[in-house]
């Protein structure tokens, strides 16, 4: 199995976008939408001297949008500019020329776009957009032959994806279980041992249909495969040989399919204003969770959270400042939680946590340490300091414990934390107990 080198976090990722065209009218329409909807900054030349200042300026470019009708260049030689510095670029062409879209494809360019047909615009807003994401996303190409392999994966390191390569279906498990950033199966199904259609099954038991697109490939003309395969958890299916833009478009087809259900997933489980997971999502996982600490022995805290005078942030502030107040205290309880625990905003200014591992000393210096954590954060509206404070109630839990009685004990106690005058942290026990 043949692994390429992780890409770097997106925040370190190249950003910036070079659009080369003499049409001003043209360039400034593509770089507003680009900056404005997609938050890219695109520099604009009108010339290859101008790209060539453009590109010795900055060394964060990550993208070229070219045309090929430019006074210091022909279309060779504009195509060469940018393939011999390793730009990924983009033809945008005013004239459509069958011979010249396909000799330009032929070679490592990533599309040929007619910039005056209609619809092209948001195509090449999608586009961008779509190169931009892929960067984040490993892709997975399974299939014995070398050539054949290589030829996949090439493609789609042009299009911007990290490549995983496997030469067998048990190689391409180990890399699935190895990598979580794959989100994409690239499956021939003529292989030794274990052929496509047994692999696309047992990837499905790995990964969900959420998690993982799988595209089953084959030269066969057996009409019965593509319903083999996807009736065995494939999401698509191409037939050898296929043209690069049909690749393209397909394997883009399935990376968008993924990224709407999981925003589709966001919306039903995470709070709209602070990202956390909602009151819903919190529910479910912590009826799990806690079932299968409580078997385990585990010891188990839940808290429950509440924002100290939140009316009145909002009475004297205005809502944008409680919104502010919320989103602050949200990222302080997600900062403070380690990866094992369970935490959501309950509903209005309350969060909820369910924290495993942790004895009862324990438990009280780790919520007290949140307490402090949002004591001690710096809200500022309209160049003013915003203070906020919290208390918190928290309850550990029994053998026999439900997550109801839980959650109600937890209430009760932040109840005993408000009335004692806030900004505190009130558990179910006495921490003297606790210590002796």
Not at 25 to 46: C, D, F, H, N, W
Not at 54 to 75: C, I, K, P, Q, Y
Not at 268 to 294: C, I, V, W, Y
Not at 343 to 357: H, I, K, S
Request: aromatic share 6%.
């Amino acid at each position: 199995m043949h692994v390429l080198p992780l890409r770097p976090p997106s925040a370190a990722l190249p950003q910036r976008i070079l659009l080369v065209e003499n049409s001003r009218s043209y360039t400034r329409m593509v770089a507003e939408a680009i900056e404005q909807k997609l938050g890219l900054p695109v520099t604009v030349a009108a010339s290859l001297a101008e790209a060539h200042d453009a590109l010795e300026s900055h060394d964060d470019w990550f993208l070229a949008l070219t045309g090929l009708v430019l006074a210091d260049g022909n279309r060779d030689a504009v195509v060469d500019f940018f393939l011999d510095r390793g730009l990924p670029t983009v033809v945008v062409s005013g004239v459509y020329d069958e011979d010249l879209r396909r000799r330009v494809l032929r070679r490592q360019i990533i599309d040929f776009v007619l910039k005056n047909a209609p619809g092209s615009l948001d195509y090449l807003l999608w586009l961008v957009q779509r190169l931009e994401r892929n960067r984040r996303v490993s892709a997975l190409v399974v299939d014995d032959s070398s050539s054949a392999r290589a030829y996949a994966a090439a493609l789609l390191e042009l299009y911007g994806y990290t490549v995983v390569e496997a030469a067998d279906g048990d190689a391409a498990l180990a890399a699935l279980e190895a990598d979580s950033t794959i989100r994409l199966a690239v499956v021939d199904q003529e292989m030794p041992g274990m052929q496509g259609i047994e692999l696309a099954r047992r990837m499905r038991s790995v990964r969900t249909r959420d998690r993982l697109a799988v595209i089953g490939v084959s030269g066969n003309e057996d009409p019965g495969l593509v319903a083999h395969f996807l009736k065995n958890g494939a999401n698509d299916f191409l037939r050898k040989p296929f043209s690069r833009e049909e690749f393209f478009c397909r394997v883009s087809q399935n990376i968008d399919q993924l990224e709407l259900i999981g925003s589709l997933q966001d919306l039903a489980t995470r709070d709209f204003l602070t990202g956390l997971p909602n009151r819903r999502h919190f529910l479910e996982q912590s009826e799990r969770m806690l079932a299968k600490l409580l078997s385990e022995g585990e010891a188990i805290t839940v808290a429950m959270l509440d924002i100290d005078h939140f009316k009145h942030i909002n009475d004297t502030w205005g809502h944008d400042a409680g919104d502010q107040a919320l989103r602050a205290i949200a990222a302080a309880v997600a900062g403070h939680a380690r990866p094992q625990d369970l935490v959501a905003r309950f509903g209005g200014e309350e969060f909820c946590m369910l924290v495993p591992g942790l004895a009862r000393d324990e438990a009280h210096a780790y919520f007290e340490g949140l307490r402090h954590r949002i004591d001690t954060l710096q809200i500022m509206v309209n160049e003013e300091e915003v203070r906020v404070t919290v208390s918190i109630g928290i309850t550990m839990a029994t053998p026999q414990d439900s997550l109801s009685r839980l959650l109600c004990e937890a209430d009760r106690c932040l109840y005993l934390a408000k009335a004692a005058g806030r900004d505190r942290v009130q558990p179910s026990w006495t921490p003297a107990a606790s210590a002796a």
